[in-house]
C-alpha cells in the first residue's frame, strides 16, 4: 500500500539551533500534505497546510517564520523549526493525499524532537 | 470550534476481552466521523469512518456507530487480540472538507495474552 515516511523519527537538538523534518511519499505523488503536533497527553493538532510549488497555509496560532515549509516537489514536503526552545518539543507528524486518487489521507509515522 | 474527546488511556486487556474507546464530538453541521489506529513503528492507519448519521463503520472486527443525538462514535470490539494493541484515536472532518481533521488525544490499547 501507499507509504509516507518521515525523517528523522527522533531528533535531539540544542535551543537555539534550526532542526529539519522530511516528509517523503515513496510511491506516489502527492499535491497536498499536511503537518501536525501533538504535546503530551493533547491531541493532534493541524499547523499547516503543505502545498507544492505554493507557499504553505498555517493554522491560527502558528508561527509561519518558526516553522518553515518547503513542499519543492510532488514527493517531499520539509518542516524546519527554526530557533527551536525547549516548549517546542513535541510530536510532529505529516500526512500526503495522492495526487491522483485523492481521497485517502496516509500519514507518516511520526517525528520526535527534543530541544535541549 | 471543532473539537473531539475520548476516553483517557492507557486501556490494558487480556485477550478476548470486549472493547469499548469512547468519543465524543463537538462540531457544527454533520462532519464526517473516524477511527485512525497506530501500530508501534507506523504512522496512522484508517481504522473506519461513518460520513452521515446512523451510519456504522466497520473493519478487522472493529465498530462504530455515528450517532448524532449523542454527537458520539464509540469503537467497540467484542473479542480483542494482541495483535490489536496501538494507539487509537478518534477524530472528525469538517462537512465537505474530508482532509482537515480534528483529533482526540488518542488511547492507548495493550492487549495481554
Known amino acids: 500500500g501507499a507509504v509516507v515516511s518521515q525523517h528523522p523519527s527522533r531528533v535531539i537538538c540544542k535551543s537555539g539551533t534550526s532542526v529539519k523534518i522530511e516528509c517523503r511519499s515513496l510511491?506516489?505523488?502527492?499535491?497536498?500534505m499536511f503537518w501536525y503536533r501533538q504535546f503530551p497527553k493533547k491531541s493532534l493538532m493541524l499547523m499547516a497546510t503543505?502545498?507544492?510549488?505554493?507557499?504553505?497555509?498555517?493554522e491560527q496560532g502558528v508561527e509561519k517564520d518558526k516553522f518553515l515549509i518547503n513542499h519543492a516537489s510532488l514527493t517531499l514536503s520539509t518542516l524546519t523549526v527554526t530557533s527551536a526552545h525547549p516548549e517546542d518539543s513535541s510530536f510532529y507528524i505529516c500526512?500526503?493525499?495522492?495526487?491522483?486518487?485523492?481521497?485517502?489521507?496516509?500519514f507518516g509515522e511520526g517525528s520526535w524532537l527534543t530541544v535541549v | 470550534g471543532n473539537s473531539v474527546t475520548q476516553m483517557e488511556g492507557p486501556v490494558t486487556l487480556s485477550e478476548e476481552a470486549f472493547l469499548t474507546i469512547n468519543c465524543t464530538y463537538t462540531?457544527?453541521?454533520?462532519?464526517?466521523l473516524f477511527w485512525y489506529v497506530q501500530y508501534p513503528g507506523e504512522g496512522l492507519q484508517l481504522l473506519l469512518k461513518?460520513?452521515?448519521?446512523?451510519d456504522k463503520g466497520s473493519n478487522k472486527g472493529f465498530e462504530a456507530t455515528y450517532r448524532k443525538e449523542t454527537t458520539s462514535f464509540h469503537l467497540e470490539k467484542g473479542s480483542v487480540q494482541v495483535s490489536d494493541s496501538a494507539v487509537y484515536f478518534c477524530?472528525?472532518?469538517?462537512?465537505?472538507?474530508?482532509?482537515?481533521?480534528?483529533f482526540g488525544k488518542g488511547t492507548l490499547l495493550t492487549v495481554n495474552p
Open positions: 500526512s500526503a493525499i495522492p495526487t491522483v486518487s485523492g481521497n485517502t489521507i496516509y
Open positions: 510511491d506516489f505523488q502527492a499535491t497536498t
Open positions: 503543505s502545498n507544492e510549488g505554493s507557499k504553505a497555509t498555517y
Open positions: 462540531a457544527t453541521g454533520y462532519p464526517s
Open positions: 461513518a460520513t452521515k448519521a446512523d
Open positions: 477524530a472528525l472532518s469538517e462537512q465537505g472538507s474530508n482532509y482537515k481533521l480534528t
